[in-house]
C-alpha cells in the first residue's frame, strides 16, 4: 500500500467518472478551493495515514472509553477589533447588493493536551476523519446522498444552546436564523436543480441535538432532494463538481460570495469547508468538512469555524457563535 497521492480537478472527475460508472467503491476528500483532492479506492488508503468513520462506510471501527479525566482546552479568539474588520467587508458588500448570505470564518487557535488522533477515536460524530499530522474533522453535517437515483442535501444553518430556557423555540422564531436558513435552503434548491429533476423541500428547518466537551447545541436542518439523470453513474464526477463548493459554506449568490470571503477571511481554509464521502459502488455518502482542527508549521493548533451572515446579522452575535463554535464533541 503507497502513499496518499492527491489530484487536480480534472483527474478527480475523471476518476469518480470512471469509477462511478464502473461501480467501483471509492472514498474522496476535496479542498474547499477545489485544487487538492483526494480519489481513492479504499484498499488503498494507508490506515497509518488517513482514517475515516462515516455512517455506511470507514476504515476505524474502534471503540474508545470515554474520558474521565477533565482534558485542557483553551482557545485564542481574534480580537473583536480584528473580526469586526472582516465583517465589515461583509456587511459592505451585503449594502451594495453583492451579496445576502455569506459563511464568514475564522481560524482561532487552541491549546489542548489531546493529539489530533486521540480527539479522532474519542469525538462522538456523524462523519470523522484524520489526516496524519494534517488535521482531524468531525462534522454533524451531510453534504449530499445519493440513493436509488435520487440525490439529497441537509444544509445545516442556525445554532443555540440548548440549555437556553426554550432553546428551539427561540431558534425556530429568531428573525436572522429563519431568513439565512430559507436563503441556503434556496440556494441548496437551486445548486440541486442543475443536476436533477423534480427537486423538492421534503422537510423543512428540523432540529438536532449535538453534544459537544462544554455543553449542548441545538442545530437547524433541511433536507432537499431531486431525481438523477438515468445515467449519472457514469457521469458521477462531473455532476458532484458542479454542486461545489458547498452552498451552506459560501453563500448566495456562490461565484460572488466566494470573492468576498477571500477579501474578507485573512487565512486559507484548505480541506476546511471542503466535502469528504464515499461511493460504495451503488449509493453516495458525503459531509461538509466543518468542525475542524489543524495542526500548522510548528505543531501549532488552530480550530476553524464560522457563521453566516445576512444584512439582519449584528456583529457581537456572530463574533460569540463563531467562538461558541470552538469545540470538540468529547464528553
Given at each position: 500500500m503507497?502513499?496518499?497521492?492527491?489530484?487536480?480537478?480534472?483527474?478527480?472527475?475523471?476518476?469518480?467518472?470512471?469509477?462511478?460508472?464502473?461501480?467501483?467503491?471509492?472514498?474522496?476528500?476535496?479542498d474547499?478551493?477545489?485544487?487538492?483532492?483526494?480519489?481513492?479506492?479504499?484498499?488503498?488508503?494507508?490506515?497509518?495515514?488517513?482514517?475515516?468513520?462515516?455512517?455506511?462506510a470507514?476504515?476505524?471501527?474502534?471503540k474508545?472509553?470515554?474520558?474521565?479525566e477533565?482534558?485542557?482546552?483553551?482557545?485564542?479568539?481574534?480580537?473583536?477589533?480584528?473580526?469586526?474588520?472582516?465583517?465589515?467587508?461583509?456587511?459592505?458588500?451585503?449594502?451594495?447588493?453583492?451579496?445576502?448570505?455569506?459563511?464568514?470564518?475564522?481560524?482561532?487557535?487552541?491549546?489542548?493536551?489531546?493529539?489530533?488522533?486521540?480527539?479522532?477515536?474519542?469525538?462522538?460524530?456523524?462523519?470523522?476523519?484524520?489526516?496524519?499530522?494534517?488535521?482531524?474533522?468531525?462534522?454533524?453535517?451531510?453534504?449530499?446522498?445519493?440513493q436509488?437515483?435520487?440525490?439529497?442535501?441537509?444544509?445545516?444553518?442556525?445554532?443555540?444552546?440548548?440549555?437556553?430556557?426554550?432553546?428551539?423555540?427561540?431558534?425556530?422564531?429568531?428573525?436572522?436564523?429563519?431568513?439565512?436558513?430559507?436563503?441556503?435552503?434556496?440556494?441548496?434548491?437551486?445548486?440541486?436543480?442543475?443536476?436533477?429533476?423534480?427537486?423538492?423541500?421534503?422537510?423543512?428547518?428540523y432540529?438536532d441535538?449535538?453534544?459537544?466537551?462544554?455543553?449542548?447545541?441545538?442545530?437547524?436542518?433541511?433536507?432537499?432532494r431531486?431525481?438523477?439523470?438515468?445515467?449519472?453513474?457514469r457521469?458521477?464526477?462531473?455532476?458532484?463538481?458542479?454542486?461545489?463548493?458547498?452552498?451552506?459554506?459560501?453563500g448566495?449568490?456562490?461565484?460572488?460570495?466566494?470573492?468576498?470571503?477571500?477579501?474578507?477571511?485573512?487565512?486559507?481554509?484548505?480541506?476546511?469547508?471542503?466535502?469528504?464521502?464515499?461511493?460504495?459502488?451503488?449509493?453516495?455518502?458525503?459531509?461538509?468538512?466543518?468542525r475542524?482542527?489543524?495542526?500548522?508549521?510548528?505543531?501549532?493548533?488552530?480550530?476553524?469555524?464560522?457563521?453566516?451572515?445576512?444584512?439582519?446579522?449584528?456583529?457581537?452575535?456572530?463574533?460569540?457563535?463563531?467562538?461558541?463554535?470552538?469545540?470538540?464533541?468529547?464528553?
Amino acid at each position: 500500500m503507497g502513499k496518499l497521492v492527491f489530484v487536480d480537478k480534472e483527474e478527480a472527475v475523471r476518476r469518480m467518472d470512471r469509477w462511478g460508472g464502473e461501480g467501483t467503491p471509492f472514498f474522496f476528500m476535496i479542498d474547499f478551493d477545489m485544487e487538492q483532492c483526494l480519489v481513492e479506492r479504499p484498499e488503498n488508503i494507508p490506515a497509518d495515514e488517513l482514517l475515516y468513520s462515516f455512517p455506511r462506510a470507514g476504515n476505524w471501527a474502534g471503540k474508545m472509553p470515554r474520558l474521565k479525566e477533565p482534558f485542557l482546552w483553551k482557545s485564542f479568539p481574534e480580537s473583536f477589533e480584528d473580526y469586526s474588520h472582516s465583517f465589515d467587508i461583509v456587511r459592505r458588500n451585503i449594502w451594495e447588493g453583492n451579496t445576502f448570505l455569506i459563511n464568514l470564518t475564522c481560524a482561532t487557535p487552541v491549546e489542548t493536551d489531546l493529539s489530533l488522533f486521540r480527539i479522532f477515536v474519542r469525538a462522538e460524530a456523524l462523519y470523522k476523519l484524520w489526516l496524519k499530522d494534517r488535521f482531524v474533522v468531525f462534522s454533524p453535517e451531510i453534504f449530499v446522498r445519493i440513493q436509488d437515483g435520487f440525490i439529497s442535501s441537509h444544509p445545516m444553518k442556525g445554532t443555540i444552546d440548548a440549555s437556553v430556557p426554550d432553546a428551539g423555540l427561540r431558534l425556530l422564531s429568531d428573525e436572522k436564523e429563519t431568513a439565512e436558513h430559507a436563503t441556503i435552503t434556496d440556494l441548496i434548491r437551486n445548486d440541486l436543480s442543475q443536476i436533477a429533476d423534480e427537486v423538492t423541500v421534503m422537510r423543512y428547518r428540523y432540529l438536532d441535538e449535538v453534544d459537544t466537551h462544554d455543553g449542548r447545541l441545538l442545530q437547524m436542518s433541511s433536507e432537499i432532494r431531486g431525481r438523477l439523470p438515468l445515467d449519472y453513474a457514469r457521469r458521477l464526477g462531473e455532476l458532484f463538481f458542479r454542486l461545489l463548493p458547498a452552498g451552506s459554506v459560501t453563500g448566495a449568490p456562490k461565484k460572488k460570495t466566494v470573492d468576498i470571503i477571500r477579501e474578507a477571511e485573512n487565512y486559507s481554509r484548505g480541506f476546511y469547508t471542503g466535502v469528504m464521502g464515499y461511493f460504495d459502488g451503488k449509493d453516495l455518502d458525503s459531509a461538509v468538512m466543518i468542525r475542524f482542527l489543524e495542526q500548522e508549521a510548528g505543531g501549532k493548533l488552530v480550530f476553524k469555524s464560522g457563521g453566516g451572515i445576512t444584512f439582519l446579522s449584528d456583529v457581537r452575535d456572530e463574533y460569540e457563535e463563531m467562538k461558541r463554535k470552538v469545540y470538540v464533541p468529547i464528553y
